[in-house]
C-alpha cells in the first residue's frame, strides 16, 4: 500500500471553474499535511500547509484536512490557465513523504 | 540573494561512470536533502543530512553516495551500481531538521544516460 496516494489524472477544468484536488495517507500518526505545485522541469513549491482538521484558506487556495478519514484536500477556485501544474501533497510522519502528483489542466 | 544552487542543470552519464550532482546552499540551513523524480512519481528521498559531518540513507539509497564535510555544500555522488539512474534530481535544505514548511529546493538536475 502507498503511504501517500493521489490520482495522477490529467484533471481538466474550464476556466473559473473549481478544482478539486485529492490525497489520501495511510500513516496515521502523521502531522503535517502539505500542498506543493510543480510546474514541468521546475522544483516543488509550497502553496498551502494545514496541521489541523478544518479548512484553511488562502486566497483561491483552500486545504481540507480530515485525519479521521485520512485524507487532504485542495481546492482551487476561479481556476486559472497559469495554474496548469502538478500538485503534490506530501505528508509528514517522520521524513516528508510525498504522493504521485495530480496533473491539472486549466482549459480556457 | 540566499538560495539553493544545484549544478549542472543537465548531466548524461555513461555506462560504469560515477557522476557527481553538485548542492551548495548560502542559507546557513543545518539540514540538505536529496529527492529523486522520475516521471508522472513524487519525490523519493536518497539521502539527507542534518548536521554537518552526518548523513543518512533514506528510502532508495542504493547506488548513491554523498558526503557532508561543509554546512553549505551537500553532494550527491551517482555509482556505476545505480543501473537505472535516468531522473530529476532535487537537493533542498531546511533551517532544521523537519522544519518543513521552510523547505527550499533548488532548481535541479536532469540526468540522463548515454
Known amino acids: 500500500q502507498k503511504e501517500v496516494e493521489q490520482n495522477s489524472g490529467p484533471l481538466s477544468v474550464p476556466e473559473g471553474a473549481i478544482a478539486s484536488l485529492n490525497c489520501t495517507y495511510s500513516d496515521r500518526g502523521s502531522q503535517s499535511f502539505f500542498w506543493y505545485r510543480q510546474y514541468s522541469g521546475k522544483s516543488p513549491e509550497l502553496i498551502m500547509s494545514i496541521y489541523s482538521n478544518g479548512d484553511k484558506e488562502d486566497g483561491r487556495f483552500t486545504a481540507q484536512l480530515n485525519k479521521a478519514s485520512q485524507y487532504v484536500s485542495l481546492l482551487i477556485r476561479d481556476s486559472q490557465p497559469s495554474d496548469s501544474a502538478t500538485y503534490l501533497c506530501a505528508v509528514n510522519p517522520n521524513q516528508l513523504t510525498f504522493g504521485t502528483g495530480t496533473r491539472l489542466q486549466v482549459t480556457l | ?114
Not at chain 2, 548523513?55 to 555544500?73: H, M, N, P, T
Open chain 2, 1 to 114: 540573494d540566499g538560495g539553493i544552487t544545484q549544478s549542472p542543470k543537465y548531466l548524461f552519464r555513461k555506462e560504469g561512470q560515477n557522476v557527481t550532482l553538485s548542492c551548495e546552499q548560502n542559507l546557513n540551513h543545518d539540514a540538505m536533502y536529496w529527492y529523486r523524480q522520475d516521471p508522472g512519481q513524487g519525490l523519493r528521498l536518497i539521502y539527507y543530512s542534518q548536521i554537518v559531518n552526518d548523513f543518512q540513507k533514506g528510502d532508495i539509497a542504493e547506488g548513491y553516495s554523498v558526503s557532508r564535510e561543509k554546512k553549505e555544500s551537500f553532494p550527491l555522488t551517482v555509482t556505476s551500481a545505480q543501473k537505472n539512474p535516468t531522473a530529476f534530481y532535487l537537493c533542498a535544505s531546511s533551517i532544521s531538521p523537519g522544519q518543513w514548511e521552510k523547505l527550499f529546493f533548488g532548481s535541479g538536475t536532469q540526468l540522463s544516460v548515454l
